[in-house]
DNA sequence: TTCAAGACTGCAAACAGTTGCACTAAACCT
DNA sequence: AGGTTTAGTGCAACTGTTTGCAGTCTTGAA
């Protein structure tokens, strides 16, 4: 028995020839460990959890898909939950996963720092969009592309230009301001917090148009689209009227029309990374680049 | 020891004063208990998986959502994986699942009946949307949905309808092929396999041109939404020209222009409901209603 | 008072692996 | 040849819970 369980485990401290024999009767009989009986001697469950705002926002299936690729390549497996941007959910969910995990990554935590510090003791722990003590961080350089964007709409001739900013309590959101706010020449007027969506972004249409803004740097592509669609219903197109210029990339905006100008976001490197860090337990903080993908949706104004 | 495990998972067999003495005990330690010690013991994981074709598609979410409540509120915790729309990752995934759930629930698999009846010979399963015997079963009422698409187009004077189908494998496609076959006084033009995308419909929007119909149902939103946007690009306008339904009701399709006119799938009753189904260990076979939703993306031909 | 029944409780053996330690046998030195 | 290392193997204890069974303690009836 215990030579079996070292055949899997530790291959290189068992005999060539006993290893294979091994190996073809437990072919023969399916025999495959019990992860159950492992996770009780070893610790380690070798699942992770992984918990997102909301999975129906095109912005996270990407960095979802990858950050389960890079679990099963390690042969770990990825439980995946959804706050529903319910900053409560956040901590009741590492709660329930606590006992069962290895670790579990945040993604886009809504909570306070605060909280997030506490959890983290019960839990290994990596955030993604956050920057927090304690804890091994991923971030994406969403403040260089929000000023990348901006200075575009500069350098195309716009002098004011509003922020539809974000939820509140999200990083992302106050680093778009804080590098927004630094760009010289440009007047920004910032609109918000807003969900996080389409109909946040269609509900904002209004307080756009009376803003008088010629340009605007929308917190996520999903809001540009719906401030889009508010847009076109106030009698305003884009990019004649008004340019606007998401953040994220999505597949979605690469197809609507006008196409989106907009911040590319290195959502599956983030995704792969934190599982990575998360496995390893290297305690690091990363800042992952962003980049500013012009399209269709923002020229001069008129 | 084993009172302490009675109070937790037979209370009524434990005096009432030992267990709150138990109880505050436990509550004081922080104890909790350990699930792998107790998967070995009674055989039982309390974890469950839910394989999809794709998280990026917005079908999936609502569905994957209402799974995972369900599953939380009976104490489960679910896996979430995606094939990529890759058949054989199906059979793959079910086998790194196997040994540690005690069921799956399988969403709109693109295998074959054949190989999805081997599958359920290893793990107890429920499929959504395909009929398999030996296995629970949910289906969503597609085909009288897409009945209720075509009927609707005939009943606004269109003759040659295009039938924008989706991937092989699909269940759901043939359901759909054979319901819109059906409906007198309709010709029918099939124009497939699509990728179920947005591309796949951008990419079918030659062919619909080609075809001279004034109608199209296709596989589901995103192909409608992506096939619009193609016929756009030949010149062709929606539904002044062509009328367009989907298939899905997805959120994105409720605000992009012109509205998509398609059919409402119960997404998230069908996956709490074969989260259910698996949980009792119930083998049944249930169809849920679908329903068609009019707006914007269909009009008489002129 | 004694017994039987019934309600709790606790011992100890699983469950399926991992791991420290002791043991054997072969190979290497001197 | 005798002693020492070294590689490989197996015993047994341990992980935290469940569960069959036996034991204890009450309680009520005879």
Redesign the interface.
Known sequence: MSTVSRTFSAPHMVNAATRTRVLTVAEELGY?P????R??TTGR?HNLGLIVAD??N?FF??L??AA?AAA?QRDY??????T?EEPAAEEELVQ??S??VDGVVLCSPRSSNKALERLAERVPFVVINRRLRGAATVLMDVGHGARLAVEHLAGLGHRRVALVSGPAGSWTSSEIRTAAEQVPGVELVVIGPNAPT??GG?AAAGRVRDSGVTGVLAYNDLVA??LI?GL?DLGLSVPQDVSVVGIDDI??GR???PKLTTVAMPTAAAGRLAVDLLIQEVSATTSLETRLVVRDSTAPPR
């Open positions: 495959r019990n992860r159950a009986a996770a009780l469950t999975i129906a095109p299936p990407p979802i898909k389960h099963r497996h990825l439980f995946v939950a959804d529903d329930a996963f006992k069962q389409e109909r269609l689209i719906g669609e076109g597949v979605s197809l609507n029309r």
